[in-house]
Structures are given as C-alpha cells and as structure tokens.
C-alpha cells in the first residue's frame, strides 16, 4: 500500500505532524557529529575499521553461502557492539591524509562500510568551478 494513501499519514497531512515526538525519541535513536582539524591516518582508520566491518568490496566477495564467513562477520559485530554501542547507520564526509585532493564519502549501514571519493575538496576548486547556489557559495566563502 503506498504511503501517502494509508490513513496515518492522511491524518498528519490533515492535522500537522507533531515534530516534538518523532521516531528517534520512540526507538531511543540518537546521533552526532564528529569534527576533527586533522585526517585520519589510512592505515590505522582501515585497521580500526577492519576489526568490525567489512569493505563493500569485500563483501561482495564473500560467498552468500558461507556460514563460516557469517560466524566471522557475527562476531566482527558483536565485538563493536560491545565495546563502541550499536551504530546503526553512519555517513558524511572525511578527510584522510594522503588523499588530500578529494572529500571521502563514508558510508556505514550495519556491518558494511564504503569510503570513496567524493569531489574535490572547494578549496581545491577555483570559485568559478563551484556548482552550487549563491546562498551556498557565501557560506562556503
């Protein structure tokens, strides 16, 4: 059934939706941002990493059938969880030293992760090349 034909949502369109409860409060969700004036090391953020998630690449390797390889994975999980809390979903951008022409795009969902160039960083860019609205250029400036 689509969304916008089930009756909750008729109802929200109807009588405004309640922003002060959302699902983030009902399912104890909450979030952060990370800032950092340095980059991260590349072989200590993929070691770090590799102790509790696997690389997109990686992942599609990995036999679907494999149960020894879904014990490994388990536990890769289970050990993060135990020490980190359970992190759902994570994303943005980052730095990484060494690849100081491109922002990273990160990607986590679960127990996989994917960090690719983005684009250039803007302050690699002369202003002309910017593609982006005039509002976003001055707070970019």
């Known amino acids: ?8 949502w008729l109802v929200s369109l109807k009588d405004g939706v309640d922003a002060s409860h959302g699902e983030a409060d009902e399912y104890g969700v909450s979030s952060f941002v990370y800032r950092s004036r340095k980059p991260f090391h590349p072989l200590r953020l993929h070691a770090f990493l590799k102790q509790f998630v696997c690389f997109t690449d ?7 059938n494999s149960d020894k390889e879904d014990t ?6 289970k050990g993060f969880e135990k020490k980190y809390g ?6 943005g951008t980052c730095w990484i030293a060494g690849r100081d022409q491109h922002e990273m795009g990160w990607a986590q969902a679960g127990r ?5 160039p983005n684009m250039p960083w803007y302050c690699k860019t002369p202003p002309d090349e910017w ?9 970019i400036e």
Do not use: F, H, V
């Open 1 to 8: 059934k689509e969304a916008s034909e089930s009756p909750g």
């Open 58 to 64: 990686e992942w599609n390797s990995l036999s679907s």
């Open 72 to 77: 490994a994975l388990d536990k890769k999980s």
């Open 86 to 91: 359970s992190i759902l979903r994570s994303k």
């Open 112 to 116: 996989i992760i994917q960090i690719t």
């Open 131 to 139: 593609d982006c609205e005039e509002e976003e250029r001055e707070t």
